[in-house]
């Protein structure tokens, strides 16, 4: 499934990395046309801010990922067992204006936070247009209470509200704001995979054009998302 990779580090946030590998998949099609081939089963998920239908991978298709990840980047990024992961592909195909107040800034992948793990995460583009989108990273303006706050406020108030209390516009996070300042950017580009520590990195899908989102795997907004919930390395 995976080539052999050429993984470049790139700094993305003061004293972050993340791990930048094109040309990741053999096939990288194959992945396109069984989304296709399974459209009608993806579907928006109510227990995170993903802003498009989603379409979990059966842990056998989510393998190849898992050892690739074993194998070349967790070491990388700080970890030194995987204790659960799994992946999805997504289609990000919401307007900015039907995006909700905690789609508007970045976010962190909290799927456990107990003080001994790591939470990497990955994106594989799986479009042409570098257009729709990369990935993008920062650093928050306040300190750990108001910025924990903010986030927090943003999944419980209404967008009017959200945006006169913290003035923060309504799109995707690819800016600055008064919540957060970017500090990196990692482009999309066909068959790209961008693996960086997404417990503890503020990050957002960088789409500036939400105009061009389409509900079709085959021209929109198709990627491929891993999540590892690992034990962190002693430090």
Do not use: K
Request: proline content about 6%; overall charge neutral; aromatic content about 10%.
């Amino acid at each position: 499934m995976f080539a052999r990779p050429r993984i470049d580090e790139v700094a993305v946030a003061p004293g972050h990395s993340a791990f930048v590998i094109d040309d990741a998949l053999l096939d990288p099609q194959a992945l396109v046309d069984y989304a296709v081939a399974q459209r009608d089963a993806f579907a928006e998920s109510p227990h995170n801010a993903y802003p498009g239908p989603e379409l979990r991978l059966p842990d056998a298709a989510a393998a190849p990922l898992d050892a690739f990840f074993s194998e070349h980047l967790r070491s990388r990024l700080g970890a030194r067992r995987t204790l659960r992961m799994y992946a999805r592909l997504s289609m990000a195909t919401r307007r900015a204006d039907a995006l909700d107040p905690r789609q508007w800034i970045a976010h962190r992948d909290r799927l456990d936070d107990a003080p001994d793990r790591l939470v990497a995460a990955c994106v594989l583009y799986l479009f042409h247009d570098p257009a729709l989108g990369g990935t993008a990273f920062f650093t928050p303006n306040r300190d750990a209470r108001a910025t924990a706050l903010g986030v927090h406020e943003s999944g419980v108030l209404d967008g009017d509200t959200f945006a006169r209390r913290y003035a923060v516009a309504r799109a995707y996070p690819h800016g600055d704001n008064a919540l957060f300042t970017r500090t990196g950017e990692v482009e999309a580009r066909w068959n790209r995979v961008v693996f960086y520590d997404g417990g503890a990195l503020f990050h957002g899908s960088a789409i500036r054009e939400p105009e061009r989102l389409r509900d079709d795997p085959r021209s929109g907004r198709l990627t491929l998302n891993g999540f590892f919930v690992c034990r962190a390395r002693a430090r």
